[in-house]
């Protein structure tokens, strides 16, 4: 399956995302001169204010996405110029090895299928005493969300195109997320999760957004015509919901030094 994403949506409709990443950026005491890894860095929207914050850094933005990483460029490059670069790499297979002083990261290491592998490989990836401030979805995310795709993958018209599908994202507690991270290496690990309802304000707004931003793995699968029957359930539903189209996310806070 493809692991390409709408570029243009995902920047236009990320607010969530964005909105996140800016208080986990504010969590960082950063020099001014680092030069950072953007670890799933999509569009580059928190890259921005990452390289703000970095008047005589740089920063590598890492996605496995050429669409996100060909916005990122667009957005960045004409203001930032060779202080911002990026990557297209598999945060499971980093060709770095002790390079940055530090790791950046939000809304990506969810999608990352084996989490002891990606703790090793951004361990690697720091120099001598680098940090690491990330956040991704944690224990919980999006539950009665994907409850609700579970049934539906089961029902018949959906069931020869999604039946064994699985779902394509980790999400983990904060202790499993701090063993791992001692697993790979880290020490002075701070894990944590903290609840992000994200309500939207109309049918239309909560359809693009979960078809573009959550579920457009799942809906690749189907037939094209399925794909609009799958969305319309999954709104018919979160119409019922008190309050309507709100997104039970969950984000895991992460902080660890090399």
Same mark, same amino acid.
């Given at each position: 399956?493809?692991?390409? /994403?709408?570029?243009?949506?995902? *920047?236009?409709?990320?607010?969530?995302?964005?909105?996140?990443?800016?208080?986990?950026?504010?969590?960082?005491?950063?020099?001014?001169?680092?030069?950072?890894?953007?670890?799933?860095?999509?569009?580059? &929207?928190?890259?921005?204010?990452?390289?703000?914050?970095?008047?005589?850094?740089?920063?590598?933005?890492?996605?496995?996405?050429?669409?996100?990483?060909?916005?990122?460029?667009? *957005? $960045?490059?004409?203001?930032?110029? &060779?202080?911002?670069?990026?990557?297209?790499?598999?945060?499971?297979?980093?060709?770095?090895?002790?390079?940055?002083?530090?790791?950046?990261?939000?809304?990506?290491?969810?999608?990352? !299928?084996? *989490?002891?592998?990606?703790?090793?490989?951004?361990?690697?990836?720091? &120099?001598?005493?680098?940090?690491?401030?990330?956040?991704?979805?944690?224990?919980?995310? $999006?539950?009665?969300?994907?409850?609700?795709?579970?049934?539906?993958?089961?029902?018949?018209?959906?069931?020869?195109?999604?039946?064994?599908?699985?779902?394509?994202?980790?999400?983990?507690?904060?202790?499993?997320?701090?063993?791992? $991270?001692?697993?790979?290496?880290?020490?002075?690990?701070?894990?944590?999760?903290? !609840?992000?309802?994200?309500?939207?304000?109309?049918?239309?707004?909560?359809?693009?957004?979960?078809?573009?931003?959550?579920?457009?793995?799942?809906?690749?699968?189907?037939?094209?015509?399925?794909?609009?029957?799958?969305?319309?359930?999954?709104?018919?539903?979160?119409?019922?919901? &008190? !309050?309507?189209?709100?997104?039970?996310? /969950?984000?895991?806070?992460?902080?660890?030094?090399?």
């Amino acid at each position: 399956m493809s692991r390409e /994403w709408d570029a243009n949506a995902y *920047h236009r409709i990320s607010g969530p995302q964005f909105s996140w990443g800016k208080k986990v950026l504010d969590r960082i005491l950063l020099r001014g001169s680092e030069l950072v890894m953007d670890a799933g860095c999509g569009t580059g &929207k928190l890259t921005a204010e990452l390289l703000a914050q970095l008047p005589s850094g740089r920063v590598v933005g890492v996605d496995l996405s050429r669409n996100m990483l060909a916005g990122a460029r667009e *957005h $960045l490059q004409p203001k930032f110029g &060779k202080r911002a670069s990026f990557i297209a790499a598999d945060l499971l297979q980093l060709p770095f090895v002790e390079v940055f002083d530090g790791i950046f990261s939000t809304a990506a290491f969810h999608w990352v !299928p084996n *989490h002891d592998k990606l703790f090793r490989n951004l361990h690697d990836a720091l &120099k001598q005493g680098g940090w690491l401030v990330a956040q991704c979805g944690g224990a919980g995310n $999006l539950d009665r969300l994907l409850g609700r795709v579970d049934e539906l993958m089961d029902r018949p018209r959906y069931r020869e195109f999604l039946g064994e599908y699985q779902h394509p994202w980790v999400y983990s507690d904060a202790d499993t997320a701090a063993e791992r $991270l001692q697993r790979a290496g880290f020490r002075q690990i701070e894990t944590s999760i903290e !609840p992000a309802p994200t309500r939207f304000e109309t049918a239309e707004a909560y359809y693009e957004f979960v078809r573009k931003v959550i579920l457009h793995r799942h809906l690749d699968r189907l037939p094209e015509k399925l794909r609009g029957e799958f969305m319309a359930d999954i709104v018919e539903l979160a119409a019922r919901d &008190k !309050p309507a189209f709100e997104l039970d996310y /969950w984000r895991l806070n992460l902080s660890a030094r090399k």
